[in-house]
């Protein structure tokens, strides 16, 4: 067995493929993680892993049973590896003081905690999962606060991987960030956690700073990247005032190369476990040190995002003449980004219960969330249908609103959809990807976020 050990505590969306890149890197490692959902570890060991990203079966075949494994040990675990990353949920606090905007760091304590009551040697503690900042004080001050003479050094090491793209995101990152403290220990754990990295990424790529400039740069960086969204949102809606086209003003806008062309896709507005999560976190910090401007700066971003998804609903119900009552609605697509299965925050979920309370029927189409779907949708059963098929699940309905962006839709035969739906027939693109010219030629009316409508009504 290999001699140099990692555990990861959190079996999750960042634990899991993480894990299974390094192991797969380092082969002199022996990685463990573990986590207290046996389900979810059964599944890491089974032929149907807990989630769905490309290249993420073969990559952890290639190391599991060899110097990958999955567990529910975690006392043990804790016990036997003197690495350990943490990357356990930490999701929006639903009660109390911070409600709706601070992180909940409940599972997070309980981590520290547990790895304080079995630790029998020095440990290497590395936050994984993003956290506010200061978190890492909080977690040296349980983890020392006994006089076992045990030394914790924390880390701060955020994943910056995108789902969809994880895999080629952990191989290739565009940086590895690991903060520490500044001491003589601190620095020391620091280049223990950068060896790992330097199997794979350049040196040059692996950025140190100090642990709280980490902490930050994580909830910095997704605030950047969702503010980009909400920006060329914004504008969407003012290109379908004026005659502009969103992806033309995209285009123009990101060829200059200070803005850079990514991120400026129009759309029903962003989804995912950590965009409004983080901004939130950052406008709840910020606010708890007085800095009430910066936090409304930041808190317009997320409020951009509802108010588009608030905007699509509206011109859903003008285009179809005021009433979706009775209507079926068919939904392509409800994770929220393509690629995945995971649908936590995906505007999906806000336009199917909008949609439901102006009393449409819904049917949702998903190459991979459906099960996810059905979850975020309980006790709606009566308004909704799952109908994996997209051909299907147009069948009989008015209208088409794709949420998702995945690659499947944009080569359907709109003709053949069109001909089994309800005439007059509407596509709604909530992610600009369908030939709308094509779609309209067909005999559909089509609205796209951003751009001028295509119908066959007079005006
Ligand atoms: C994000 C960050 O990109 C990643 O670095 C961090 O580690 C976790 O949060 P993720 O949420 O997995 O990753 O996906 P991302 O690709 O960032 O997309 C987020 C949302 O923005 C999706 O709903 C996506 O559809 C939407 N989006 C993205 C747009 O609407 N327009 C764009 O131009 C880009
Ligand atoms: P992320 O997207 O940040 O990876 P997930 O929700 O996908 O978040 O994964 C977090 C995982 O952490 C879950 O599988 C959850 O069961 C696990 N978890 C939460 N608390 C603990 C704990 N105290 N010990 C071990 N695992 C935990």
């Known amino acids: 067995m290999a001699e140099k050990r990692i555990l990861c505590i959190g079996a999750g969306y960042v634990g899991g493929p993480t894990m299974a890149m390094i192991a797969c890197k380092c082969p002199e490692f022996c990685v463990t993680v573990v986590d207290i959902n046996p389900e979810r570890i059964a599944a890491w060991k089974s032929d149907h892993l807990p989630i769905y990203e490309p290249g993420l079966d073969e990559l952890v075949r290639t190391s599991r049973g060899r110097n990958l494994f999955f567990s529910t040990e975690i006392e043990k675990g804790i016990r036997e590896n003197d690495i350990i990353f943490v990357s356990v949920n930490t999701p929006t606090k639903s009660f109390g003081l911070g409600a709706g905007l601070a992180a909940d760091l409940q599972y997070w304590e309980k981590t520290a905690r547990q790895i304080l009551e079995f630790s029998q040697s020095p440990k290497i503690v590395i936050e994984k999962s993003t956290l506010p900042v200061k978190t890492a004080l909080a977690m040296e001050r349980i983890l020392n606060s006994r006089e076992n003479g045990i030394h914790f050094d924390v880390l701060s090491n955020p994943e910056f991987l995108a789902e969809g793209s994880a895999v080629g995101d952990l191989e ?155 209507k079926k609605i068919a939904l392509f697509g409800f994770a929220f980004k393509a690629n995945t299965g995971d649908t936590r925050e995906s505007p999906a979920i806000t336009i199917a219960r909008r949609l439901i309370e102006e009393r449409a029927i819904v049917v949702i189409s998903d190459p991979q969330a459906l099960k996810n779907a059905r979850r975020d949708l309980a006790g709606l059963e009566e308004h909704v249908h799952y109908v994996e098929d997209p051909y299907a699940a147009a069948e009989g309905c008015h209208a088409i609103a794709v949420m998702t962006e995945w690659a499947i839709y944009k080569d359907l035969d709109f003709q053949k959809i069109y001909n089994g739906m309800e005439k007059p027939a509407f596509i709604f693109d909530g992610r600009n990807i369908i030939d709308h010219r094509a779609c309209f030629d067909t005999g559909f009316n089509v609205f796209s976020i951003g751009k001028p409508p295509l119908t066959h009504f007079e005006r």
């Not at 990152?173 to 001491?183: A, F, K, M, N």
């Not at 994580?218 to 969407?236: E, G, P, Y």
């Open 172 to 326: 290739l990152p565009d940086r590895v960030l690991i903060g520490s403290r500044e001491t003589r220990e601190g620095l020391q754990a620091r280049e223990t956690i950068a060896e790992i990295y330097a199997h794979w990424v350049p040196r040059e790529r692996i950025l140190t700073s100090n642990i709280w400039s980490s902490e930050l740069s994580k909830l910095v960086a997704n605030a950047f990247l969702a503010q980009r969204i909400s920006s060329i949102n914004t504008i969407s809606a003012l290109c379908e005032k004026t005659e502009a086209n969103v992806a033309e003003v995209s285009c123009a806008v990101g060829m200059d190369s200070r803005i850079g062309p990514k991120f400026l896709n129009a759309s029903i507005g962003f989804g995912g476990s950590c965009f409004k999560k983080d901004i939130l976190n950052l406008v709840y910090l910020c606010r708890s040190y007085g800095l009430n401007e910066v936090a409304d700066y930041w808190e317009m971003v997320v409020r951009i995002n509802d108010y588009q998804q608030e905007r699509f609903i509206q011109g859903m119900l003008g285009a179809m003449f005021n009433t979706l009552a009775g």
